[in-house]
Nanobody
Framework: VQLVESGGGLVRPGGSLRLSCAASGNIYGINTMGWYRQVPGKQREMVATITSYGGRTYAEYVKGRFNISRDNAENTVTLQMNTLKPEDTAVYYC???????????????WGHGTLVTVSS
């Protein structure tokens, strides 16, 4: 399985960006896709996730500003980020967790990351 992210870049405070991630390979029906972020010296943290049934989870600090969506037919997940703040600056990673027949637990796959910089 491969995850390819796109859409990062530089944006001014208050601006918007859209991140997209496309999954390819063996994708199974029961899965969760999402976005995590990491800044140097800190642990990677969950931003938003969405299950294959459409259940969404958001970190408290992005509620009301970010929206996650997915296209199950295309195996893509999108993160619309609005009202961006300098503290949103981070490398954003696409995530896929899925139940794979014959393998225990949840198998996780990560993208390589895309940098989002919020600065004036």
């Amino acid at each position: 399985v491969q995850l390819v992210e796109s859409g990062g870049g530089l944006v001014r405070p208050g601006g918007s960006l859209r991140l997209s991630c496309a999954a390819s390979g063996n994708i199974y029906g029961i899965n969760t896709m999402g976005w995590y972020r990491q800044v140097p010296g800190k642990q990677r943290e969950m931003v938003a996730t969405i299950t294959s049934y459409g259940g969404r989870t958001y970190a408290e600090y992005v509620k009301g500003r970010f929206n996650i969506s997915r296209d199950n037919a295309e195996n893509t997940v999108t993160l619309q980020m609005n009202t961006l703040k300098p503290e949103d600056t981070a490398v954003y990673y696409c995530y896929l967790g899925q139940v794979v027949p014959g393998r225990p637990g949840v198998v996780e796959t990560w993208g390589h990351g895309t940098l989002v910089t919020v600065s004036s």
